[in-house]
């Protein structure tokens, strides 16, 4: 099992130091190879990694030379991943951070899927977000699902960090992600289209923690008023 794992740089700032807490851990993970794309139009974040990880081997760079949605990256690493011949591509936030176990028991999975979703935890207080994992229903809003250990739900929309991404559906059946799509858009979009083919999986014991950026939408009232706010 060839695995790309892809990691986008915009203007960090202290996530930098989670970048390269990321690079330490899947560095120390057979089978892995990293792809760090820089896309705020310079190679300021680049030129550091290089610095601090100059004798790891595994890890390649890329930078825009204009200001991009991280959509756009993440298709970089789709299409890296083909030329290459990878089996899978795994998503990754810069504000994100993973362990060994992260991405070890997503590659334990034995279900059929088009993607795997690792749970994402607020990093403040070790809650789930759920808005990053659901599904949407048939007018195209957005239901949270559950996420808890010991159960496995399928999924068919899901937030980009902490995916795991079936590279042979996406050579299969060219799905790639629409970079016309605003962002919040894009990722759920790209993940339903996957869906069609094959389910998503949501992997609750493989966890990924982030900040909790919408503590509005994080309780079922928010949820409800941002489903029908995607109705317009």
């Known amino acids: 099992m060839k695995i790309l794992a892809c990691i986008v740089a915009f203007n960090p700032g202290k996530y930098e130091k989670y970048i ?3 690079i330490e851990t899947l560095s120390s993970i057979s089978d892995v190879s990293i792809l760090i794309v820089e896309n705020d139009g310079n190679e300021k974040v680049i030129n550091n990694l290089k610095k601090s990880f100059k004798n790891v081997s595994g890890i390649s760079y890329q930078s825009s030379l204009k200001v991009r949605l991280p959509g756009e990256a993440f298709n970089d690493a ?3 991943a083909e030329r290459a011949n990878y089996d899978y591509v795994y998503f990754l936030d810069q504000d994100s951070l993973i362990s060994t176990d992260t991405i070890s028991l997503l590659k334990n999975e034995t279900l059929d899927f088009s993607f795997l979703a690792s749970s994402v935890i607020s990093e ?3 809650t789930y977000l759920p ?3 659901g599904n949407l229903n048939d007018s195209m809003t957005f239901h949270s699902a559950k996420q808890s250990n010991g159960s496995r739900n399928k ?3 899901a ?3 902490g995916l795991l991404i079936n590279m ?4 299969n059946n060219n799905i790639y992600i629409n970079n016309h799509l ?3 858009l894009d990722d759920y979009d790209f993940t339903y289209r996957l869906s069609r083919i094959k389910p998503g999986i949501l992997v609750p014991e493989s966890k990924v923690t982030h900040p909790n950026k919408k503590p509005d939408r994080n309780n079922f009232c928010g949820e409800v008023l941002d489903a029908y706010l995607q109705l317009f």
């Open 168 to 171: 042979s559906i996406v050579r």
């Open 78 to 80: 789709l299409h890296e």
């Open 155 to 157: 999924i068919n929309a």
């Open 131 to 133: 808005y990053f994992r």
């Open 159 to 161: 937030g980009y960090t």
């Open 20 to 22: 390269a807490r990321n």
């Open 182 to 184: 605003k962002i919040e």
């Open 124 to 126: 403040e207080d070790d």
